[in-house]
Structures are given as structure tokens and as C-alpha cells.
């Protein structure tokens, strides 16, 4: 958001406590309460039941309805991801317990549809892409092609090659050695 967006923001979530005496946390709160998942049907409840102006009760269900879609946790953001895809998680798990190996320096950061890894930069990712396959991106320098290790193409521009995985035996010496050189080239 640009400054001047950001500040009218802020404002308003600052009006909003001077004119209802309420701040916009205990709004939202209120606004999850009711029972209404649907931004319209929010918007209507605050401004028949609670008075609220078209403006005030847009923000207010603006942040209702973020609050109860977005994950709070990182475990969350993973749960999410494997959500009906149950069988593809023991790969997830074997790859995160492998590239925490590697060192310290590894950070796993779980994003909405993937979970990145990276140490000074991204060198790799996991995102199960479908049902039946898990996804291993992966940042190696020059064009090293075989077999399974495929250019990434479409898949993610984040990453230069990409693993197709469908079970966990397919987590293999060759795959962790393909993720251990693109973190010591990260």
C-alpha cells in the first residue's frame, strides 16, 4: 500500500475507536460472533444492528473475514496445504527433517500454497501440487538436467529446476544431494 492508502487506514481504524468507543479488534470480534461468513451479510449486521456507517462496517468486515480465512501459525499454513492430501504429507515431513540437516542457517518459512526454503536466499521449496504429488523446487546453478531433476518451466519462476515426487521412497540420497548443493550455492 502506498503512504498516503496506509495512513487513511489508520485513521479511520482510529475514528472508528473514537466514535464507538471500541476498537477494530474488538469489532472484528464481534463481527465473527454473529455467525455471518459473507462480507455483505457482515456489512448489513453492523449497519442495522450496531448503526455503523457504509465505511466503517466495510472495514470491520474487511478484517473479519481476513481474521477467519488466514492460518495463524506455521503449522497452520502446512496443515492447510496437505488438507485432503493427508498420504503426501510423510514426504513433506522427510524432506523438512532432511534439509534441517544441512545447518543453523535453514530456514523453513511456510507460505499459503508451498513452504520455502531458504538460508541467505531461496534455495528450494516444497508444495504438493496435486492429490497425488509433492513438488520439490529447487535453485541450481547451470543446467543440470537428469532424469527425474527437471528444468522448472511453468511450475514456479522462484526455482530453476523442479523433482515430481508421488511417494516417500522417492526421497532419496539423490534428491537430498540436489537440495544440499543448491543451499551451499544459497
Do not use: C
Not at 68 to 90: F, H, I
Not at 154 to 180: C, K, P, Q, Y
Amino acid at each position: 500500500m502506498t503512504d498516503k492508502v496506509e495512513a487513511a487506514a489508520q485513521t479511520m481504524i482510529e475514528n472508528l475507536q473514537k466514535n464507538t468507543g471500541k476498537s477494530l479488534a474488538e469489532w472484528v470480534k464481534i463481527a465473527r460472533a454473529s455467525g455471518f461468513e459473507k462480507h455483505g451479510q457482515i456489512v448489513k449486521f453492523l449497519k442495522t444492528e450496531h448503526g455503523f456507517t457504509h465505511g466503517f462496517a466495510n472495514l470491520v468486515a474487511i478484517k473479519a473475514r481476513e481474521t477467519a480465512a488466514s492460518p495463524k501459525t506455521d503449522d497452520d499454513l502446512v496443515d492447510n496445504q496437505y488438507s485432503g492430501k493427508e498420504a503426501l504429507r510423510p514426504i513433506y515431513e522427510a524432506l523438512i527433517d532432511a534439509v534441517s540437516q544441512f545447518g543453523d542457517d535453514v530456514v523453513i518459512s511456510p507460505k499459503k500454497a508451498y513452504v520455502s526454503l531458504r538460508r541467505s536466499k531461496q534455495f528450494g521449496l516444497v508444495q504438493p501440487s496435486t492429490k497425488t504429488r509433492v513438488d520439490v523446487g529447487i535453485n541450481l546453478d547451470g543446467d543440470v538436467v537428469n532424469g527425474r531433476l527437471e528444468k522448472s518451466g511453468s511450475f514456479n519462476s522462484m526455482v530453476s529446476h523442479r523433482v515430481r515426487l508421488t511417494s516417500l521412497d522417492e526421497v532419496n540420497d539423490a534428491l537430498i544431494g540436489w537440495l544440499r548443493q543448491a543451499y551451499e550455492q544459497a
